[in-house]
């Protein structure tokens, strides 16, 4: 049909189908541009702004959490109005970023998350009103309860800005999923037209060749280039007012439609790899995470499988960096885990992977060369590299915070059989370094798994042991020696395990320390022995000894009343015992808790005085109401001339210093007369009696009595 129409009519149809598949294409292009910018829109509008919007509420929920905690422990009029001033901005902060999210756009399960966070947000608001809106006496009073319930209202709070924080994740993941798609699409539709078109050209060329053979091969050139992807391409005739310049300029619509199109499919795929990156790497270091870590231990030991290579495992954790969140704040831990990922990257001189699996732990793969005692060797070299890199300070604003690392190392393929057990190897040999002492590095060894899973079920039974209650608080009599009379008791842990019986308390009350569990324990002991004494002689007082962990948190004078309050045991009462050890840490918050303790009317110890480092400073820098000199050297006073002459030395200067002293370990007549001579008032030891369980204290009691009775008769 179309070979009787003239040449002009055949040129008008082709050019008008070569029209249409243009003008299909710059539709099919525009509509996928508007289609990516729409999603790029919803990414960066909801996604990106509400992932910002709930990290910002999680760290308002922080802050008004130490906010409670602050107003909790004021005393002052000046402090309680700013703690609730902290507390109400911080509060309005929150409800802005809530209802910043309540207006964005939501799927069904951000909605339900949503509103459970909601819900326990305001839960947490009424109780905090009703809380705060106490007198200052009667919240103090019932700061504890309140503390309980806030824990577990901030803790379901965190949870719920998680799942939310996950969901929110999910969404975005989802979106660059369809922009993929929707470029993807758009690709394919867009050289479908570019088919077409290029097939009715090559026919217009055939039938016309007389008439449009130049013009159309010039364009038909400059589009090839363009498929090819030059940006740069000229189109030809484009300057002409006949058909074939409609169709050049045609092509020129086309051709910015197509860098738009390329330009935003490029966008999708470079947001796609940076979400996968995301999803590989720790946010914070940038290093490598735990997923990645086993990809690259399986690759290193399918490369080393023939047996011509090997490589080790070095498993990190850092020493004392628990105290740098606690003391520093988060924010202060962040840095100090950036400096630090820098100093291990420094210390390592090849690619060797390196990965943060953890809070404070690293793992590095390291290829080795040469077999035996060489394998050990290349380990050993970084192991010392890193030990130096990490032994430096670090600078954390005015301050700066010393933190060490442990390092257990595992060798491939001696020490495991695939990438779990290799790297449970190296995490029991960094467990051995850091029983060695800290600051070092050991090797695997095959007694090492022994050694865990003792340790694992003693953790076992004392975690249960704490939770049942089993660990009984037993009593040692404290003796005025000029009298003979009995003042107090100290309060000492004892423990015997069904299968295992007595366990020394040498051994559980570290671990009771490693598993986090001594704030329960002692105010469990604390609560216990109080009841018990409450039953004895007014005069008589409780001591008890506190674990350094206890003077680095700031709760601990409130848990501490807490427990006073709820038996009706008076502050007058109770004195506790801390060591030297315990105020190495952190002088400054432990001098505030002890002048806190102190105010109450709970009096401070400084127990095994003589065997620290800093005792003069210690005794000039917090009031002490009394000082106790270590057992070691009142029980070798009669055979150690040495340890006589410091004991006596402690004497002089505790009374210089107008401060009583007990004695520890006071087992013969000879030395309890030696220290009553040189002023000693306290005695304490098997002389006069072992630690006893609350059911016999007051039949010794009441014996004590009958014997000093008959002595004075006598």
């Known amino acids: 049909m179309l070979a009787s129409l003239s040449i002009r009519t055949r040129l008008a149809f082709y050019h008008s189908l070569t029209v249409a598949l243009l003008l299909g294409v710059c539709a099919v292009a525009l509509l996928g541009v508007v289609s990516l910018n729409r999603l790029t829109d919803s990414l960066d509008q909801k996604w990106v702004a509400g992932t910002r919007m709930l990290g910002e509420a999680a760290d308002l929920i922080s802050k008004i959490r130490a906010d409670d905690l602050q107003l909790a422990l004021a005393s002052g009029e000046a402090e309680i109005a700013a703690a609730l001033a902290n507390t109400a901005r911080h509060e309005r902060e929150l409800a802005a970023q809530r209802s910043a999210y309540a207006e964005l756009p939501k799927t069904v399960e951000e909605k339900g998350l949503f509103e459970a966070f909601g819900r326990l947000a305001d839960s947490w608001e009424a109780e905090h009103r009703a809380w705060s809106a106490l007198p200052a006496d009667a919240r103090k009073a019932a700061s504890a309860a309140f503390q309980g319930k806030a824990s577990s209202l901030y803790l379901q709070a965190d949870q719920a800005i998680v799942a939310l924080i996950d969901a929110n994740t999910r969404g975005a993941s989802a979106a660059g999923e369809r922009a993929r798609v929707i470029a993807g699409r758009s690709a394919l539709i867009f050289w479908l037209f570019i088919g077409a078109a290029l097939v009715l050209e090559g026919t217009l060329f055939m039938v016309i060749r007389s008439q449009i053979t130049r013009p159309l091969a010039s364009i038909t050139e400059a589009l090839s280039a363009l498929a090819g992807g030059d940006r740069d391409v000229a189109m030809p005739e484009s300057r002409r007012h006949d058909e074939i310049g409609k169709l050049a300029q045609a092509f020129e619509v086309f051709r910015a439609a197509a860098f738009t199109l390329e330009d935003a499919h490029r966008a999708a795929e470079a947001s796609q790899l940076r979400a996968q990156a995301l999803a590989r790497h720790d946010m914070l270091t940038g290093l490598a995470n735990r997923r990645v870590l086993f990809d690259e231990l399986n690759k290193a030991i399918a490369r080393t499988a023939d047996g011509s290579a090997s490589f080790a495992v070095l498993l990190l954790d850092l020493d004392q960096f628990k105290p740098v969140n606690d003391i520093y704040g988060h924010s202060a831990g962040d840095m100090v885990l950036v400096e630090i990922t820098t100093r291990l990257k420094g210390a390592l001189l090849t690619d060797d992977t390196l990965a943060r699996i953890g809070g404070d732990e690293?793992?590095?793969?390291?290829?080795?060369?040469?077999?035996?005692?060489?394998?050990?060797?290349?380990?050993?070299?970084?192991?010392?590299?890193?030990?130096?890199?990490?032994?430096?300070?670090?600078?954390?604003?005015?301050?700066?915070?010393?933190?060490?690392?442990?390092?257990?190392?595992?060798?491939?393929?001696?020490?495991?059989?695939?990438?779990?057990?290799?790297?449970?190897?190296?995490?029991?040999?960094?467990?051995?370094?850091?029983?060695?002492?800290?600051?070092?590095?050991?090797?695997?060894?095959?007694?090492?798994?022994?050694?865990?899973?003792?340790?694992?079920?003693?953790?076992?039974?004392?975690?249960?042991?704490?939770?049942?209650?089993?660990?009984?608080?037993?009593?040692?009599?404290?003796?005025?020696?000029?009298?003979?009379?009995?003042?107090?008791?100290?309060?000492?842990?004892?423990?015997?395990?069904?299968?295992?019986?007595?366990?020394?308390?040498?051994?559980?009350?570290?671990?009771?320390?490693?598993?986090?569990?001594?704030?329960?324990?002692?105010?469990?002991?604390?609560?216990?022995?109080?009841?018990?004494?409450?039953?004895?002689?007014?005069?008589?007082?409780?001591?008890?000894?506190?674990?350094?962990?206890?003077?680095?948190?700031?709760?601990?004078?409130?848990?501490?009343?807490?427990?006073?309050?709820?038996?009706?045991?008076?502050?007058?009462?109770?004195?506790?015992?801390?060591?030297?050890?315990?105020?190495?840490?952190?002088?400054?918050?432990?001098?505030?808790?002890?002048?806190?303790?102190?105010?109450?009317?709970?009096?401070?110890?400084?127990?095994?005085?003589?065997?620290?480092?800093?005792?003069?400073?210690?005794l000039r820098e917090l009031s002490l109401d009394r000082i106790k000199i270590d057992r070691s050297f009142v029980q070798s006073m009669n055979e150690d001339p040495e340890s006589a002459k410091i004991v006596h030395a402690i004497l002089g200067l505790a009374k210089s210093l107008h401060l009583p002293t007990t004695a520890e370990g006071v087992e013969d007549t000879d030395v309890m007369a030696g220290l009553g001579g040189a002023g000693c008032e306290i005695g304490q030891g098997y002389l006069f009696g072992k630690a006893i369980p609350a059911d016999m204290v007051m039949n010794w009691i009441e014996d004590q009595t009958e014997q000093q009775g008959a002595a004075k008769i006598a």
């Open 362 to 618: 690293f793992v590095i793969i390291l290829d080795l060369q040469g077999n035996g005692e060489k394998l050990r060797e290349e380990a050993i070299l970084l192991a010392e590299r890193i030990l130096k890199a990490i032994s430096d300070p670090v600078v954390v604003g005015e301050s700066q915070v010393e933190v060490g690392v442990s390092i257990g190392i595992a060798l491939w393929p001696g020490d495991g059989n695939d990438a779990e057990t290799i790297l449970h190897a190296a995490d029991m040999a960094m467990y051995r370094a850091k029983a060695a002492g800290r600051g070092t590095f050991r090797f695997y060894e095959a007694d090492m798994d022994a050694e865990l899973q003792a340790r694992t079920r003693l953790e076992s039974a004392v975690r249960q042991a704490v939770t049942d209650g089993a660990i009984e608080p037993y009593y040692q009599p404290l003796i005025e020696i000029a009298t003979g009379r009995v003042i107090g008791f100290e309060i000492l842990a004892r423990w015997t395990d069904v299968e295992n019986g007595p366990i020394s308390p040498d051994t559980f009350i570290p671990t009771i320390e490693h598993l986090g569990l001594m704030s329960r324990f002692t105010t469990d002991m604390l609560r216990r022995a109080c009841i018990a004494a409450r039953r004895w002689p007014n005069h008589l007082t409780l001591s008890l000894n506190v674990s350094p962990s206890e003077l680095r948190d700031a709760l601990f004078p409130t848990r501490l009343l807490a427990v006073l309050s709820e038996t009706g045991f008076s502050p007058r009462r109770l004195e506790i015992e801390i060591t030297e050890s315990a105020l190495l840490a952190d002088l400054d918050t432990a001098r505030d808790i002890l002048l806190t303790l102190r105010s109450i009317g709970i009096k401070v110890a400084l127990d095994d005085f003589g065997t620290g480092y800093s005792s003069l400073c210690h």
